[in-house]
């Protein structure tokens, strides 16, 4: 199976915009989905394919990928963003499925 | 809408056995291939299976293959992980997931708030 690359904790000012990334080699032929998991929570899908949000998901979150790099962009960031982020998709032989470490977010 | 209910999880010992459920309603559970994901203490989400809609096949993360498996019941809409041979290191709260994708696997959408599994002597 390959490895999904997160950056361990990142922190942002309120209101302001965050890029969280996710790196791996599968990533160049399958699209990452992006999960929000709060504290004592279950995880949340809140990106998925090419840039989707499911309903319920505000707007200001959304996807991009570029070669082996897929990446979740908060615009506008509120408190309740605060959570960690973990990006996930299916390996290269597509029979197993790898997460990310998964990136904690400070809402500063 | 979609509900996933994990039962099954509790305190067992090393090379021990466990056998977790999950009741799923609010969807067509015969038509959505079906995930079990993992997180153990303080750390971050480990996938461990999938299982097909139709329940013909079967993938497994290297860490599970041979001492876990993955089925499904479709009757009773419910997921199932026998757990044998457990190990400390198995220790973590176990969610199942729906796959987004209909009649195929793709990734997981919806999940359940997970059942505890606790490996210790």
């Known amino acids: 199976s390959s490895e999904l690359t997160q950056d361990p904790a990142v922190s942002v000012a309120l209101r302001q915009t965050v890029r969280i990334t996710c790196q791996g080699e599968s990533l160049r032929q399958n699209f990452a989905a992006w999960f929000q998991q709060r504290p004592g929570q279950a995880p949340k899908l809140v990106i998925y394919g090419k840039n989707n949000r499911p309903s319920g998901i505000p707007d200001r979150f959304s996807g991009s990928r570029s070669g082996n790099t897929a990446s979740l962009t908060i615009i506008g960031v509120q408190a309740e963003d605060e959570a960690d982020y973990y990006c996930n998709s299916r390996d290269s032989s597509g029979n197993q499925w790898v997460f990310g470490g998964g990136t904690k977010l400070t809402v500063l | 809408q979609v509900q996933l209910v994990e039962s099954g999880g509790g305190v067992v010992q090393p090379g021990g056995s466990l056998r977790l459920s999950c009741a799923a309603s609010?969807?067509?559970?015969?038509?959505?291939?079906m995930h079990w994901v993992r997180q153990a203490p303080g750390k971050g989400l480990e996938w461990v299976a999938v299982i097909s809609y139709d329940g013909n096949s079967q993938n497994y993360a290297d860490s599970v293959k041979g001492r876990f498996t993955i089925s499904r019941d479709k009757s009773e809409n419910t997921l199932f992980l026998q757990m044998n041979n457990l190990r400390v290191d198995d220790t973590a709260v176990y969610y199942c997931?729906?796959?987004?994708?209909?009649?195929?696997?793709?990734?997981?959408?919806?999940w359940g708030q997970g059942t505890l599994v606790a490996v210790s002597s």
């Open positions: 609010g969807f067509l559970f015969n038509s959505y291939a």
């Open positions: 997931a729906k796959d987004i994708r209909f009649l195929e696997w793709l990734h997981p959408d919806y």
